[in-house]
């Protein structure tokens, strides 16, 4: 089955570069997305088609892409960042939606 | 306001059969894709499956295809999901999102508050 695979943690100062990676086979060919979720809320979406972002989202996140990784960057970390990050796309096929592994972001 | 309301928390046995639910509002459902999304304890994401409500055509993860049941009743603007037999593992919170479907996008942009679901002897 298709995976996507994202680093377990990323620890990072407020007012600093957090850049979170997620890698998969088919993501030269399908578009990512991002989601947010703070402990006990449900997921927020913070990234779409790669580098769009959603009404209401803070500039301070962007996302790009390139080859098998995509990244999502939060510029300017402010406290209130702190949650765990998912990216999620579709296999080569697009039949299917996957969830990356998460990352869970810390604001030192 | 776009919004999916979920049903309330569920405490089962094993063996027993459950049905939750997540009712639309606020935009067109029947025009709208609805995917269920599962969350076990401490866990990540996984993607279920989705329903298209305007005529329940049904897609699921090869890892949850027959262990669940998806479903929609467009008269009431609710899309179900169903286990005829519960195990322990599917001890975990259920959310539902609206899906944008199109042309190689794929994408949840609206989530309701989750479901958990406890099943435990």
């Known amino acids: 089955s298709y995976e996507l695979t994202q680093p377990p943690s990323v620890s990072v100062s407020p007012g600093q570069t957090a850049r979170i990676t997620c890698s998969g086979d088919?993501?030269?060919?399908?578009?990512a997305y991002w989601y947010q979720q703070k402990p006990g809320q449900a997921p927020v979406l913070v990234i779409y088609?790669?580098?769009e972002r959603p009404s209401g989202i803070p500039e301070r996140f962007s996302g790009s892409s390139s080859g098998t990784t995509v990244t999502l960057t939060i510029s300017g970390v402010q406290a209130e960042d702190e949650a765990d990050y998912y990216c999620?796309?579709?296999?080569?096929?697009?039949?299917?939606?996957?969830f990356g592994t998460g990352t869970k972001v810390t604001v030192l | 306001e776009v919004q999916l309301v979920q049903s309330g928390a569920e405490v089962k046995k094993p063996g027993e059969s459950l049905k939750i639910s997540c009712k639309g509002s606020?935009?067109?459902?029947?025009?709208?894709?609805i995917a269920w999304v599962r969350q076990m304890p401490g866990k990540g994401l996984e993607w279920m499956g989705i329903?298209?409500?305007?005529?329940?055509?049904?897609r699921y993860s090869p890892s949850f295809q027959g262990q669940v049941t998806i479903s929609a009743d467009k008269s009431i603007s609710t899309t179900f999901l169903q286990w005829s037999s519960l195990k322990a593992s599917d001890t975990a919170m259920y959310y539902c999102?609206?899906?944008?479907?199109?042309?190689?996008?794929?994408?949840?942009?609206?989530w309701g508050k989750g479901t958990t679901v406890t099943v435990s002897s």
């Open positions: 999102a609206r899906s944008l479907e199109g042309n190689f996008y794929y994408y949840m942009d609206v």
């Open positions: 606020g935009y067109s459902f029947t025009t709208h894709w």
């Open positions: 329903i298209y409500p305007g005529d329940s055509d049904t």
């Open positions: 088919a993501l030269p060919r399908q578009y």
């Open positions: 088609k790669d580098n």
């Open positions: 999620q796309s579709a296999d080569s096929s697009g039949a299917y939606r996957v």
